[in-house]
């Protein structure tokens, strides 16, 4: 079956960054980064918009939603990073830097916030406490792309423009480790259960064993890239980069299982959903796209209908547009920023989240 991918619009600039929350009573939750400086909050396995967060003045690098989706957080070009509530809208803390921020992660608890900026610094911030920086941690020679918490909250670890991914010890305020890359990595991604550590740079996809930073695996891509997710299951991984294509790898074998492309411009930003049903990407061409893991599951606004129902298989769906049928038995429809969905925590409508 051929993979139709849901496109959200809405943005008006390159996607740059994506975050899901986790699991929740209300589903699950998409947060993008756009150079628009618009943060977009949206329902994740539909990509229905939910809203906008508004107060940025520079592009957005950098975005995090929390296990609960209560929380959103955002790093700007205006040297800023925001906390929002994630269920009225509200700016709850805003984090002065001295350069771009380019990337945001809560800790687990939620307590904490890791940033990492232009000014080569990584920081952590108490958000019980007005916001303030407990910890800053000095020693890249380049702009910090990602930063995270790691190893039980113990542990932060980033990686920058400076060739380098190091783990900083939160007790002594130490660098403890450092892997050197031929190139700038551009992604950094912690798996679900916190073992492995995904690593993008140059043409590789590279992985690590969390607790001991020893590589296990290394596989050449044919485009640059920019950004991988390992699956919840650890069986496959998906990454994409400048050729405009999404892939599909087997993790194991390292084989390539499938490509496409969907975008119009490079992809920044790929990431598994919660529950590993489909995978996100966000792109130089403005856009966001959900694709299916399985192709052909009914999930989501995926509906798998039978071949001699094709002829009848037009149906109206929850934003009111028509899904597309298509000659695979599988129909979707395109999402767009105009759809209301539910907000978290207590599924209503959020009221202060600026709408377009």
Known sequence: MKQIALTCSGHTRPVVHLDFSGLTECGYFLISACKDGKPMLRMGDT????????GHK???WG???????????SGAADFTGKIWNAVTGEEVHSLQ????????????DSQYLVTGSNEKLVRVFDLNSEGKALESYAGHAGAVKRALFCRNEKCVISCADDKSLRLWDRSSGQEVSRVEFSSHPNGLELSKD?????????????????DTLKQLKEITMPTLVSSASLHP?????????????MYKYDYITGNEIESFKGHFGPVHSVSFSPDGELYASGSEDGTLRLWQTTVGKTYGLWKCTEPTDLNNSTTA???GAATTTVPTAVTAVTTTNTATATAAVNCATPAEVTAN
Request: hydrophobic fraction near 40%.
């Open 47 to 54: 990509g229905d918009w939910v809203g906008t967060f508004e």
């Open 58 to 60: 520079g592009a957005v």
């Open 63 to 73: 975005v995090a939603l929390n296990e609960s989706a209560t929380l959103a957080a």
């Open 97 to 108: 830097h001295n350069h771009i921020v380019k990337t945001v992660a809560f800790s687990h």
């Open 194 to 210: 916190g073992t492995i550590l995904t690593v993008t740079y140059g043409h590789c996809t590279a992985f690590y064993e969390m």
């Open 233 to 245: 299951d650890k069986h496959i991984f998906v990454c994409g980069g400048e050729d405009f294509k």
């Open 317 to 319: 769906t929850s934003t």
